[in-house]
């Protein structure tokens, strides 16, 4: 049996802190208070103008594979959950193995579920491993979601940042990830998008993000707590067997109501919200590697990762760590 392993994270921040108070300074008509208490969003990070999401992502996969301790010519298998991506085409994922100076020919590409990127990624290089037809895969999240923010919309450009995460996944005679669940409903893609294009040498429509805030906060709430307890289900483990859940980091309240109907205390839920606000993709893997490399997270545990986003996509694994 093949299951497919995590054998290193690795995740990256650009530039400073930016906090609730310097976007006050900034002009955002808003309050530490007012984001503070309704998100549990601090602080997030932003890029550089013009920063690219290949670039956030080549951090991250460089300390990914060192963590593995592999090379990058190992990795036969790349794929980047991004809805920021460097260009139309190619693929960011493309542009990272490029970057990383592999010349195996193995397979590259985007994946697009929004803030689910990661989890639908992940699942993916799993069937990949599983099936034998690749052996090392580097999973990354990586987005600059700043550019896609209207900063005169207070209602959401206040709550993301830009940032990147990365694993390699490889193939192990040991679980690994145990189950993975993945769902849609395209029904409801007016409610969290970005509803412009490219045609004709210009942007058609809008191009920055536009979200219902409450509409998604009720149906995240509803579809996390089903597909958390259904990876469990899934995998068949108790679900006092879990040590950790790493959701999508969204929103502190969205959280809160996840870990408790998974019958977790919030001690065994890891949150960087606070600090990195909602980097869309790159936020569960970022959250992964903050919980490895502070020795919270350790070789044995067993974690659901969650995430849900606009489309709605929305999914969870189960993994042994
Ligand atoms: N600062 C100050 N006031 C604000 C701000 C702000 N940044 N944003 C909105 N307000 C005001 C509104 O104008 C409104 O004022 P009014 O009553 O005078 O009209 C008031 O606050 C309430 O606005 P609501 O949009 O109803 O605020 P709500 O309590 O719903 O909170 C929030 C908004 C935080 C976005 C919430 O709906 C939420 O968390 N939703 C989940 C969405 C989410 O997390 N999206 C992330 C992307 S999707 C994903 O990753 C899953």
Request: proline share 4%; glycine share 10%; hydrophobic share 45%.
């Amino acid at each position: 049996m093949i299951y497919a392993k995590i054998a290193g994270t690795g995740s990256y921040l650009p530039g400073e802190p930016v906090t609730n108070d310097d976007l006050v300074r900034r002009g955002v008509d808003t309050s530490d208070e007012w984001i503070r208490s309704r998100t549990g969003i601090c602080a997030r990070h932003f890029a550089p103008s013009g920063s690219k999401s290949s670039e956030l992502a080549l951090f991250a996969a460089r300390r990914a594979i060192e963590a593995a301790g592999c090379a990058a010519d190992d990795i036969d298998l790349i794929i980047v959950a991004t809805s920021t991506p460097d260009f139309i085409f190619p693929s960011t994922a493309t542009l990272v193995q490029a970057g990383l100076g592999i010349q195996n020919n193995g397979a590259a590409f985007d994946v697009q579920a929004v803030c689910c990127g990661f989890v639908y990624a992940l699942a993916t290089a799993e069937k990949f491993i599983r099936s034998g037809s690749h052996r090392r895969a580097l999973v990354i999240g990586a987005e600059v979601f700043s550019s896609i923010l209207d900063w005169s919309d207070r209602g959401t450009c206040v709550l993301f940042g830009d940032g990147a995460g990365a694993v390699v996944l490889e193939a192990s005679d040991k679980p690994g990830i145990r189950a993975v669940a993945l769902h849609a409903d395209g029904r409801h893609h007016r409610e969290l998008w970005v509803p412009g294009t490219v045609a004709g040498g210009q942007v058609m429509g809008d191009p920055f993000l536009r979200m219902q805030g409450q509409a998604v906060f009720k149906f995240a709430v509803k579809v996390l707590d089903e597909v958390a307890q259904e990876v469990v289900s899934l995998a068949n483990v108790p679900q006092e067997s879990i040590d950790w859940l790493v959701p999508h980091q969204a929103n502190i309240r969205i959280i809160q109501s996840s870990a408790k109907r998974l019958g977790l205390p919030m001690e065994k839920v890891v949150t960087t919200v606070g600090f990195h606000g909602n980097t869309s993709a790159a936020s569960i893997p970022l959250a992964l590697d903050c919980a490895v490399r502070d020795g919270r997270i350790r070789a044995g545990q067993r974690l659901v990762l969650e995430g849900i986003g606009g489309g709605f996509a929305w999914g969870a694994a189960l993994v042994d760590f």
